[in-house]
């Protein structure tokens, strides 16, 4: 029996191999798996075929779950919920939160009611992780920085950030050093910020710390140095996936704008 009898025979197949083709090129996407596995689940949807999801299951997809599922789905959540409007993200954290009041979920709502501009609600979600046992969490101290830093208190921010242990993760270690550089930068200590920014960047997890970077150079007239920055986030920004790119569409927007009023 040939392939293209089994599907005539059972057309759900069909639906369900076109499926994980679409899951695991997300998967690919967002573990950075590589241009060859990408173009090959990408051929593979293209024409319908089996074989591409098949391969990728075995090779790729399966020993990441032996070797970790819950890191394999952490990574793959990551990055469709970094492309969610922000609303929507606040309303799904509302929901987490009504039904399960863990640290988890009470720190992420709190730091995305941050970024939408309402620190008022972010505090008043936050403040039951201030005292206790979660007063020292790298994730409590980072949600309250960015508060510190919304609120106009950047002072207070650099001392939250100085107790975050760098070492828990390399996301963790992007966003400390580029809050800290911001608290820095806020109270005048440009020297200061100029080094962390420039130690944010190394193995960075987002474009955040290199686009905030050249902002600071172009406001102290660094401008030759603001362009090289800008022209490798230019470079960065074509080679990226369309995943990457919406994902850090906020970054790259803001290094455009840079760069035409460099000219």
């Known amino acids: 029996m ?12 069909f639906t369900v191999f076109y499926a994980l083709n679409i ?9 950075r798996r590589g241009v060859i596995w990408i173009a090959v689940l990408g051929f593979s949807l293209f024409v319908g075929g089996f074989l591409g999801p098949l391969i990728y299951f075995f090779l790729e997809f399966l020993p ?15 990055g469709l919920e970094a492309i969610k409007p922000l ?28 970024r939408a501009g309402r620190p008022d609600e972010a505090q008043a979600t936050l403040n039951p992780l201030l005292v ?3 007063a020292d969490d790298p994730v409590v101290l980072l949600t ?11 002072a207070d921010a650099e001392a939250r950030l100085t107790r975050v242990d760098l070492r828990t993760s390399a996301a963790t270690r992007t966003r400390t050093l580029t809050l800290l550089a911001q608290a820095q ?12 920014y420039i130690q944010a960047m190394v193995a960075a997890t987002t474009e955040e710390p290199r686009t905030r970077y050249a902002t600071l150079l172009v ?5 030759e140095e603001a362009a090289e920055l800008l022209e490798a986030l230019a470079k960065t920004e074509r080679r990226a996936t369309n995943l990457y790119k919406r994902q850090e569409r906020e970054w790259f927007a803001l290094a455009a704008e840079l760069r035409r009023n460099l000219k």
């Open 23 to 31: 899951l695991f090129l997300i998967h690919a996407i967002a573990t």
């Open 219 to 223: 406001a102290q007239g660094r401008r």
């Open 87 to 114: 609303d929507t993200r606040i309303r799904e954290a509302q929901e987490e939160l009504a039904e399960s009041d863990t640290l988890a979920h009470r720190a992420d709502l709190a730091g995305l009611l941050a």
């Open 132 to 134: 206790g046992i979660y």
């Open 185 to 196: 930068e806020k109270q005048g200590k440009v020297t200061e910020a100029d080094a962390t």
């Open 144 to 154: 309250s920085a960015e508060l510190d830093l919304a609120r106009g208190n950047p």
């Open 2 to 13: 040939n392939v293209g009898s089994i599907f005539n025979q059972a057309p759900w197949l």
């Open 64 to 78: 990441t779950l032996r070797g970790g599922r819950r890191a394999a789905t952490n990574v793959l959540q990551s």
